[in-house]
């Protein structure tokens, strides 16, 4: 409702379009725009109970903001019965436009106001500026009241991660780490292993870190 999608005004006048071709054909009718000017939205002497600007203005843009209001409640991530929106929004329009028509013709769509206005008499094109500017200020607002109060964030909480023990990040000694190796596996070897390895002459520098993985002890 914020922001009147081209597609909608074209379907609008389309639609008026041929309500205007199909009132043509009837012999009784001698001027068509008259036909429309009982359904195009009016204030003032145009209206049906003469509601003044004021009044109507009221009218579209709260009838605008609730339509907004239900559509983003009920279309919201956090809304767990989504399979009720269409009805009601359904149910909201319905409503909005028996009020709308009492008091004049109002639609609480730009599209559809302008779509009559084209086809009715120069007074409704001359007051279409109202209801382009009510019902995108009602939607502003219910935009702004919503996003305010209605689509709050859940806070992420953060992972608290233990901390670590004091002693986690220093490296072992040599003879804690020749500890950590149990004797028996130290000790433990298989005949084939002894004579399938060559004997290797001792070289005088040794590497703590490779005896470890091998298993030997000092």
């Known amino acids: 409702m914020g922001r009147v999608p081209g597609a909608q005004i074209v379907g609008a006048l389309l639609g008026a379009l041929a309500i205007f071709a199909v009132v043509r054909t009837v012999p009784g009718i001698t001027d068509s725009r008259t036909v429309f000017d009982t359904a195009t939205s009016g204030f003032g002497t145009h209206s049906s109970f003469q509601v003044p600007v004021t009044g109507v203005m009221l009218i579209e843009v709260l009838g605008a903001a609730l339509l907004v209001g239900v559509f983003l409640g009920v279309t919201a991530r956090r809304n767990p019965s989504k399979l009720a929106a269409p009805f009601a929004v359904g149910l909201t329009v319905a409503v909005l436009l028996q009020l709308g028509q009492s008091t004049g013709n109002l639609a609480f769509n730009p599209a559809r106001a302008t779509a009559s206005a084209i086809f009715s008499s120069s007074w409704a094109v001359e007051q279409l500026w109202l209801f382009w500017v009510a019902p995108l ?53 298989t005949p084939a292993a002894e004579s399938a390895v060559a004997p290797v002459e001792e070289k005088p520098d040794v590497d703590p870190a490779r005896d470890f993985f091998d298993g030997k002890r000092g």
Request: hydrophobic share 45%; glycine share 10%.
């Open 137 to 189: 200020v009602g939607a502003a607002i219910a935009g702004l009241i919503f996003r305010g109060f209605g689509e709050t964030t859940p806070v992420a909480v953060a992972e608290v991660e233990e901390p670590l023990p004091a002693d986690g990040w220093e490296e072992k000694s040599d003879d804690d780490a020749e500890a950590a190796v149990p004797e028996s596996a130290a000790e433990v070897s």
